[in-house]
């Protein structure tokens, strides 16, 4: 029996036309195995590799490569909350926030809470910089972060 869904397999091959080759499926099919698993488990690449035609150890080099997807061991909490770290956000105090956070969660960047809520990481440039310091939360941008107990409150309610 396949590891993935019925429903993920078909979202995988509806990619098909719309790329050159299967080979340039791979990153997408990588996300919507990540969005859905919250990692990308070893057997997803095998199946992921069958289905594009591909060896295993291509697809997981693809995947190693972007640094941004999460193997079976360190999957991602509920949300991923990045913090941007680059010159503007620094400039207005992106490295005490990441302090903050870390003291609040109980992480260091990079780690999940315990309860698997929350995946803290840091970012460069997210292309907000007029309202740093900022953060993306999982795939939304959220400016002019002053309040962390307001941001952490916001995430419960996700
Ligand atoms: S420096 Fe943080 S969004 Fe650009």
Not at 9 to 16: V, W
Request: contains cysteine.
């Amino acid at each position: 029996m396949p590891f993935l869904s019925d429903d993920l397999r078909q979202k995988i091959l509806a990619y098909l036309p719309r790329y050159p080759s299967k080979q340039a499926v791979t990153v997408p099919a990588l996300h919507l195995v990540h969005d859905e698993l919250r990692c990308v488990p070893r057997q997803a690449i095998r199946e992921i590799a069958e289905m594009l035609d591909l060896s295993p150890a291509e697809v997981h080099d693809t995947m190693t490569f972007y640094q941004f997807f999460r193997e079976e061991d360190a999957p991602l909490g509920k949300t991923r909350l990045w913090v941007c770290r680059s010159l503007a956000c620094q400039l207005r105090g992106a490295d005490e926030l990441l302090d903050k956070l870390c003291g609040k969660l109980g992480v260091k960047p990079g780690q999940t809470t315990p309860d698997g809520k929350v995946t803290l990481e840091f970012a460069e440039c997210i292309g907000a910089c007029e309202g740093a310091p900022c953060v993306l939360v999982n795939d939304e941008a959220r400016l002019n972060i002053d309040n962390v107990d307001g941001l952490l409150q916001s995430l419960d309610r996700k």
